[in-house]
């Protein structure tokens, strides 16, 4: 199988201070606002940000979120994401490889199918499909 990866689609960043990282990101760092969403279910915001070359992050806020630990809610980042043509065959790939996946799920805020897995220290990575 070639090309697996075809790079990062997205960082994503949990923020102890969400107003403080906003202003670090998009005033000191010179990301662009794509989208801002409060997700009022979750008590939190969801800043969607662009670089110039197109890279994002998203930036979320979390009432009270723990120090980091092995879950993707915790202070700090939260996954890598790596672009994907075809989310399916990935994870039939990393299965052969007996690297767990989660189920195939689908972007509420995009529509784009995605899934997580981890790394062999149990950092949280995602596969997201760009096509």
């Known amino acids: 199988m070639s090309q697996l990866l ?42 969607d940000l662009v670089l110039p070359d197109g890279s994002q992050i998203e930036l979320f806020s979390f009432p009270n ?6 879950r993707p809610e915790a202070c700090g980042l939260r996954h890598l994401a790596f672009k ?5 065959q990935v994870v039939a790939y990393l299965t052969e490889h007996s690297i767990y996946c989660e189920p195939i ?12 897995f981890q790394d062999p220290d149990g950092l949280p990575l995602e596969l997201y499909q760009i096509e």
């Open 105 to 116: 799920r689908l972007d509420e805020i995009t529509g784009k199918r995605f899934t997580f």
């Open 65 to 70: 979120p723990p120090i980091r630990a092995t």
């Open 6 to 47: 075809l790079g990062f689609h997205h960082i994503a960043i949990i923020a102890s201070d969400y107003e403080k990282s906003k202003r670090f990101y998009t005033q000191i760092l010179g990301a662009k606002v794509l989208q801002e969403t409060y997700r009022a279910n979750r008590e939190s915001y969801k800043l």
């Open 84 to 88: 994907v043509k075809d989310v399916e």
